[in-house]
């Protein structure tokens, strides 16, 4: 469900706020991101840090007797994400890692394998990325739904159960499945996009306006101005559901403006320019002066 501040509620009372954190190049939320969201989950705020190697921790997620494996899963993720594994073991790493997501009982322990497998980028994990978008667990699917939107442009999907989630009932999978779709420009996927723009759930609307930037939709000029000129809210006020808080609406603006100068759309270059000239955040008004700069060469 949504929180009144605008955050994605998970069903076991996280919240991953999509938001702040543009996906790939603007619309893919890294998989770091993801992945600090996943421990808001459970409550962990202290991760014991190790000297452990990649093949200790595959071993410690395969063990019948280790109890704490998705632990073991996230400082394998964290490994994989700063470069420390060869790219000759990740045949490896890929079927062990997918044995133990078969084998794994606890989704909170499959949901971080499956974010690790998503950190390789490689499309040798894309079978089980596929199988984890029909986990029973909301949050497993949603990292596999992440994991897709990582990997590399180009790289063969059957987006089928990414496209059936745009008629999801929860609303954190819906934005990820738009925002995923639009990153690797699915084609058949814009049509329920344009469809989103009239979702009741405003995340969902306003991820639907920027994933339609990456295919020039014009059905979503009209959001896109209005996210743009939106107004902050006072420092001192409370804000009710559901809008946002004046950090929600700056990181919104500039997902907006780094994705229209990513996909080189001039479509709301005199919106742009106004919001270079009037905003009141700083960094709104300097990234729309960029941006400006840019598309008007």
Not at 88 to 113: H, Q
Not at 126 to 154: E, W, Y
Not at 251 to 266: A, F, G, P, R
């Amino acid at each position: 469900m949504t929180t009144p501040q605008g955050t994605q509620q998970g069903p076991n009372g996280s919240q991953k706020k999509l938001l702040e954190n543009p996906f790939v190049g603007s619309l893919v939320v890294p998989i770091a991101i993801v992945l600090v969201g996943a421990l808001i989950i459970f409550g962990i705020t202290k991760m014991l840090s190790s000297e452990r190697s990649y093949k200790d921790l595959v071993e410690e997620i395969q063990s019948k007797t280790f109890g704490n494996k998705w632990v073991a899963a996230y400082e394998l993720s964290k490994q994989i994400n700063s470069s420390q594994i060869p790219k000759s073991d990740y045949p490896w790493l890929v079927n062990n890692l997918t044995e133990a997501y078969k084998n794994s009982i606890d989704p909170r322990t499959r949901g971080f394998i499956i974010a690790a497998l998503g950190a390789l980028k490689t499309d040798i994990a894309v079978p089980t990325l596929q199988l984890a978008l029909s986990d029973m667990d909301i949050d497993v699917k949603f990292h596999a739904i992440v994991s897709m939107a990582n990997m590399p442009k180009g790289t063969k999907f059957d987006w089928t159960k990414v496209l059936e989630q745009l008629n999801s009932d929860k609303p954190i999978l819906k934005q990820a499945a738009i925002l995923a779709l639009a990153t690797h420009a699915v084609a058949e996927a814009q049509a329920p996009i344009r469809t989103a723009l009239r979702d009741t759930n405003i995340i969902v609307k306003y991820a639907a306006a920027t994933a339609l930037i990456a295919y020039k939709d014009v059905d979503a000029v009209e959001t896109l101005k209005e996210i743009l000129l939106m107004k902050y809210p006072p420092k001192e006020a409370r804000v009710q559901a559901p809008a946002l808080d004046a950090q929600q609406i700056t990181d919104l603006k500039l997902s907006v403006l780094s994705t229209l100068q990513k996909h080189n759309w001039d479509k709301l270059n005199d919106i742009i320019l106004d919001v270079a000239n009037t905003d009141s955040n700083n960094s709104v008004a300097t990234k729309a002066k960029e941006v400006l700069n840019q598309l008007k060469k």
